[in-house]
């Protein structure tokens, strides 16, 4: 997974963000959804996990999560999960 380090939050919590894409189950079968559609979708599934929309002009598509490394990878497995069952 190709995580992204950015500046931690006033906090001092580490924050990390990963492109929409990486995020979306293997093989997933997308039908008729446009980009658009299946950005909405995974950014909705992120929000229960506590994912973020990441508005910046240099990281286009991006879900922000306030976690350490060790926590993103299960992160990943729960937003695929979750978006695999609403197939």
Same mark, same amino acid.
């Given at each position: 997974?190709?995580?992204?380090?950015?500046?931690?939050?006033?906090?001092?919590?580490?924050?990390?963000?990963i492109?929409?894409?990486?995020?979306?189950?293997? /093989?997933?079968?997308?039908?008729?959804l446009?980009?658009? @559609?299946?950005?909405?979708? $995974?950014?909705?599934?992120?929000?229960? #996990?506590?994912?973020?929309?990441?508005?910046n002009?240099?990281?286009g /598509?991006?879900?922000?999560?306030?976690?350490?490394?060790? @926590?993103?990878?299960?992160? $990943?497995?729960?937003?695929?999960?979750? #978006?695999?069952?609403?197939?």
């Amino acid at each position: 997974m190709d995580f992204t380090r950015i500046k931690s939050d006033v906090n001092g919590n580490p924050r990390h963000v990963i492109h929409f894409l990486a995020l979306e189950p293997e /093989g997933a079968d997308h039908g008729a959804l446009t980009i658009s @559609e299946r950005y909405q979708r $995974v950014i909705k599934a992120a929000n229960k #996990l506590g994912g973020r929309k990441y508005h910046n002009k240099s990281y286009g /598509g991006g879900v922000v999560f306030q976690a350490y490394e060790c @926590e993103l990878p299960r992160l $990943v497995a729960m937003i695929r999960a979750l #978006l695999e069952n609403k197939q």
